[in-house]
């Protein structure tokens, strides 16, 4: 089996498989009594339920898994959540945000193509791409799982007792609705979700019915998480690692820069949205991770918009336009 391996006193990584990139999530054991809170539990998939199978047939598993604790509702981070309940009898721990994103993706396929139809049209978008995302949505909603068992709804503020140990609760925005990160004030420990990571720059994208404006909720929570005392940080891709307001800073860095490209380019004139995809999307736009690629441009479009960097035009059904505000200069120019 895959072993957990320690990582600090009463802390231990879990590495589930995934099928795509970058091939593993962490899960975090944590010491509660003789049991474990499991923080974050993988994809719905027999080869994930194999390691937890082999877990809980191992001496270490003892007094078994006390708490599931999701920190946020991908289906990497909570796609086997409803089996493992299942199969511990364990609560699930969950914000509420989140539970509704789950609850979002139990509709039913022809609502969920509909409203996406919708969506996209509004924004001038091809048949070919209204298609893959519709594809796109219907693979991630089976890969969430549906939860019939005990929810306990957790919040930012909150602390939790794991073991003797207090864990306090902060929110993530931006990445999803609520990615809650769990902090350990007098050790600096910090379990950090998918919110910061240490090679991976978080995906920030505009997705179905979630916000419309995601980017400036990230900044804004990378601003006030990098004020936490952390020592060590255990992310849910890639290894613990410290350097963690560096990290935070990193990150607010490669997003600006990410910004000032749009506004760069946009000084040699106008241009659509499709333009705009293409330069910076490549490839990809035309392949299966096309609402991902689209989600991550769009929400830079929008947070240049709202803080009045750039200007769009276009009705709806339209492909937008973008240009520089009148009377101003490109940035670099
Ligand atoms: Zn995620």
Redo the contacts with the bound molecule.
Sequence with gaps: MTEPTSVAPGIRRLPLPMRTDPGHINSWLLADGDGWVVVDCGTRTEATREVWKAFMASPLYGGGITRIFL??A?P??AGSAAWLARETGAPILIAREELRALENFAVDDAKRDAEIEQWMSALGAEEDKVRLCQGFYHHFARGCPQIHSEIQIVAPGDELDIGGRRWQLHAGYG??PC?LLLHQPEEGLVIT??QILPEIV??VGIWWRQSENPLPLYLESLARLRQLEVTRAFP?HGDPFGEFRARCDQLRDTHEQRLARIEHLLGDGPLSLNALLKKFGGPAVDGPMFPLVAGQILARLACLESTGRIAASGADGQMPRFQLPEGSKSPAS
């Design positions: 920190t946020h991908h990497d981070h990445h999803t990615n979700g998918d978080t995906h849910a």
